[in-house]
């Protein structure tokens, strides 16, 4: 059955201890990262008659990993059936037949997988797949202080917050791979909907 990640947007500052946290865990150097915060902003300030200024401006961050996706266009693209979804419902490529392509890198539109440039293959989140077996979540959820993060059966997921959507900007529509991911934005990517904004940390990101 599907899996995926619940994200409470309203609750998330932007911290990145679920980024430290799966480095950490998977011992991953300076370039490598299966879960990143991007920023986001818009909105502007203008003068008024009297000399002060008023603004609409606004700012909110989005964690995001791989969403272990219905329709994921990674396991379409690649040639050797590497990457594939298991029997827990996650995305993730055999090392045994990942000939490190990229076509997985370059196809997924939340930059999920990543080429391993000392393993020369690919290499992305699948879920803490060993610590699922054991009972344990991700140790990206539990490391949240916020606890924005949750994860589990998509339908359970649903159940818990009816009010998630699957896509906030900057995040592609979610007709393009069906995400299992579920967001309760906050007011400022409800604003961002209405206004529009931008990446502002693409640096951090290498996007």
């Not at 996650?90 to 000392?118: E, F, N, S």
């Not at 959820?141 to 900007?169: K, M, Q």
Request: proline content about 8%; aromatic content about 6%.
């Amino acid at each position: 059955m599907p899996r995926g990640f619940f994200y409470d947007n309203t609750r998330c500052t932007g911290c990145r201890t679920c980024v430290i946290a799966c480095k950490d865990y998977h011992d991953h150097g300076p370039d490598m990262a299966f879960r990143m915060v991007i920023d986001y902003e818009g909105g502007s300030w203008q003068p008024d008659v009297d000399g002060t200024f008023s603004q609409d401006a606004f700012a909110y961050h989005v964690s995001i990993s791989c969403n272990h996706c219905n329709n994921p266009v990674c396991t379409r693209v690649c040639p050797t059936g590497a990457m594939h979804k298991d029997e827990l419902g996650l995305v993730w490529p055999d090392a045994t037949k990942c000939i490190g392509c990229g076509y997985c890198t370059m196809a997924c539109p939340y930059h999920a997988p990543h080429i391993d440039a000392r393993l020369k293959r690919s290499s992305k989140c699948d879920g803490c797949r060993d610590r699922l077996v054991d009972g344990e979540q991700p140790v990206c959820v539990e490391a949240c202080p916020l606890r924005a993060l949750e994860f589990g059966l998509t339908s359970e997921l649903t159940d818990r917050h009816p009010d998630a959507v699957r896509s906030i900007l900057p995040l592609p529509d979610e007709s393009a791979t069906r995400p299992n991911l579920l967001i309760l934005p906050s007011p400022a990517a409800e604003r961002a909907e209405k206004q529009g904004g931008s990446i502002v940390n693409r640096t951090e990101l290498h996007l």
